[in-house]
């Protein structure tokens, strides 16, 4: 597609390409439809993959009415590729969601991973990257209303910052999160387009857009690595069920559909159920990597060294394995440190090799076979069960928990009497099944799990908020990824866990990636600089050191902070207050402490206000959301309403993970913040 443009009418003519791109992307998807696998399956196994890959497939064709087909477009100065000679004819790409080609496989549209739409978010005035120009355009609803260029090589055009890309930033959030793709800035460009090979940490304030940055760096692994991705899977973990709702279409409108999301909570619970909660200081101790050692000496206690040999009949001959000679082969399992279960099969092949050695010695010729059933000998089980038995993850966990000496005898020099007592159950439960676990426990055994049998690592897992993870979630994540990389999300000064890391580097530690590259983004996109500068007042409370957003955003009169009088008067300005907000366009949150969302849930539905809960989709009739301050995190909404921020702070076990806590409420606002307070502020917001 020739650089070279007719001046006339240009709105038209990106009108007609995205109409002709729209039919081409149509006429895709009918071709996939009208696929006749019939004669090219050898067997219904066979069928039935296909069939699902060609179900995917359609899925991924599908054209959202009102997501642009494409967003931008690069005139480049020569043919990309080949030898830059002076005078030689430039290309022309759109730049979109996904790829689209015409009839004859010529593209319409390029998919913005591709290597040649790097450019259209990294090139610059500075570094053009062989670009003449750069348009972006304008959408209202799934129309395409408007076009902005930038002629990079021109010395004479003064660089202005671009409308379109504010006006595309600030767009008004209704809805689940949605991709950033036509946004993205280079510094977060670099980061989604870092290899497969790599854990990177992404540190980043509110509004930096960490946790879009790490869902499209999926989305790009995906393109770039899909075949190896395709095998060995991808996965999201969020904090908590209404984040991942929040954020589960920002994939499916790339066009990818095979990425898992889940909890932490929902990755440890496949053995028991969490029906317990544990007082923070029990949770902290779970928590801690020290119960890794714990575990490790617990289950390697159920190893006893034998003491009598072992004799194995066969026919008419007798075969007799001393128990020094088993005991020199328990040595040399455990000096090689491998997981138990595996160490648990290898002894009887161990043992059988051994009597193999002496038929051979004998004359005898065995094979492989022969040890397999040497192997399966009931007087080779029943040694190989008193030395190295079975053992139950959860039941060694409960174990732990229940019996006071049991626990001591394993966690001495590694845990206080008084934090084993603080871990110990109160009512110490009969059986797996009637133990109310809780969330740490489960971890806890998950971890036993892995000390028995290897966990299955997938290719790349994305962790956001990832500050709020403990010592031994950080493991469990890490199991998952023992063999691939990892993409780490957070913000230090969002850790609101009594458990939440202090630092980056104990983090990925942790993790199993100490290596990792930790990238910092500093420039905010989403929080009005009125708004995160009243709000960074808590940082060196809150997380000292830590360098406070720089917000691109001015936004006058974005910020404003009411005291009420009448502290029984609160309610109702908080209800004004919503109605003001929902004069405007866009979803509205109402942020309060856990404790006073019912009081305030009363109040609105005796308003005639119908709230939302948190993570579910804003529509045009309902756009007013109550959020809880516990489930804010991750969060975003156009106007927001702070209630009582006192209570925010006095809702957490200690004064740091409130202030941390107020500092997520303060921060969810991408065009107005109200803060109404009858109590006093926090001395730290001055």
């Not at 000390?451 to 897992?461: D, F, Q, Y």
């Not at 305030?600 to 009739?621: I, N, Q, W």
Request: proline share 6%.
């Amino acid at each position: 597609m020739p650089a070279h443009e007719d001046s006339s009418n240009p709105l038209v003519r990106e009108q007609a390409h995205l109409a002709a791109s729209r039919a081409a992307l149509r006429a895709m998807r009918e071709d996939v439809q009208a696929l006749d696998i019939r004669d090219v399956t050898a067997n219904w196994v066979n069928a039935a993959v296909l069939q699902a890959q060609i179900d995917d497939r359609i899925k991924a064709l599908a054209d959202l009415t009102h997501t642009p087909l494409f967003f931008g477009r690069l005139d480049y100065l020569h043919v990309v590729g080949a030898d830059k000679a002076e005078g030689s004819e430039g290309e022309r790409f759109y730049i979109g969601r996904r790829h689209v080609h015409d009839a004859h496989g010529d593209p319409m549209v390029i998919d913005w991973r591709a290597p040649v739409s790097q450019p259209f978010y990294q090139a610059s005035r500075n570094n053009p990257l062989d670009v003449d120009r750069r348009r972006r355009f304008g959408y209202t609803g799934g129309a395409l209303t408007a076009y902005e260029d930038e002629h990079l090589t021109d010395p004479a055009e003064v660089e202005q910052t671009s409308k379109l890309l504010q006006a595309e930033i600030e767009r008004p959030r209704v809805g689940p999160m949605r991709d950033i793709v036509a946004t993205i800035q280079p510094e977060q460009d670099e980061i989604v387009r870092s290899g497969l090979g790599g854990t990177v940490c992404v540190q980043g304030g509110p509004g930096t857009g960490k946790t879009a940055v790490g869902l499209h760096r999926v989305a790009f692994l995906l393109y770039a690595h899909r075949e190896r991705l395709a095998r060995t899977g991808t996965l999201v973990v969020g904090p908590n069920r209404s984040f991942l709702h929040y954020i589960e279409q920002v994939l499916p409108a790339l066009g990818e559909l095979e990425v898992k999301q889940a909890t932490v909570e929902d990755l440890v619970t496949a053995r028991v159920e969490v029906r317990g909660t544990d007082e923070a200081a029990a949770a902290v101790i779970k928590g801690d990597a020290r119960m890794a050692e714990v575990l490790r000496r617990a289950i390697r206690s159920h190893v006893t060294p034998p003491t009598e040999s072992v004799m194995v009949v066969r026919g008419s001959r007798r075969w007799r394995i001393p128990a020094y000679e088993i005991g020199e082969m328990v040595t040399e399992l455990m000096a090689r440190d491998m997981r138990y279960g595996a160490a648990h099969e290898a002894l009887p092949q161990r043992i059988a090799h051994a009597v193999l050695v002496r038929m051979e010695e004998a004359g005898e010729a065995p094979d492989d076979r022969v040890q397999n059933a040497v192997a399966r000998n009931p007087a080779v089980k029943a040694a190989v069960k008193a030395i190295w038995p079975a053992v139950d993850p959860a039941k060694l966990v409960l174990r732990l928990l229940t019996d006071a000496e049991f626990l001591a005898a394993h966690a001495a020099g590694e845990l206080t009497d008084e934090e084993q007592k603080r871990i110990l159950m109160e009512k110490p439960a009969r059986s797996v099944k009637s133990a109310r676990w809780t969330a740490a426990d489960a971890v806890l055994i998950d971890e036993a799990a892995d000390l028995v049998a290897r966990t299955h690592s997938l290719g790349h897992v994305v962790i956001d908020e990832a500050q709020d993870l403990s010592p031994m979630q950080y493991r469990a994540v890490g199991r998952r990824c023992s063999t691939g990389s990892a993409t780490v999300l957070g913000d230090l000064a969002q850790g609101t866990t009594p458990w939440s890391t202090q630092s980056w580097e104990q983090a990925l530690f942790h993790l199993g990636k100490a290596d990792a590259v930790v990238e910092e983004l500093t420039a905010g996109f989403r929080v009005p600089r009125e708004v995160i500068a009243y709000a960074s007042r808590l940082l060196p409370a809150i997380s000292p050191g830590l360098a406070p957003v720089e917000s691109v955003r001015e936004a006058p009169g974005s910020l404003a902070v009411r005291e009420v009088p009448d502290a029984a008067e609160l309610d109702a300005a908080v209800i004004a207050a919503c109605e003001e907000s929902l004069r405007h366009e866009g979803s509205i949150g109402l942020i309060a402490a856990d404790a006073r969302v019912p009081a305030l849930a009363t109040a609105l539905a005796e308003a005639g206000h119908v709230c939302l809960s948190p993570g579910e989709e804003a529509t045009a009739d309902s756009r007013l959301t109550l959020v809880p301050a516990s489930l804010a995190k991750g969060l975003e909404y156009d106007y927001v309403v702070l209630d009582e921020p006192a209570a925010v702070v006095d809702g957490e076990p200690d004064e740091r993970t409130g202030l941390r806590r107020l500092y997520v409420a303060l921060t969810r606002a991408v065009s107005g913040l109200v803060v109404l307070h009858a109590a006093p502020l926090p001395e730290q917001l001055g």
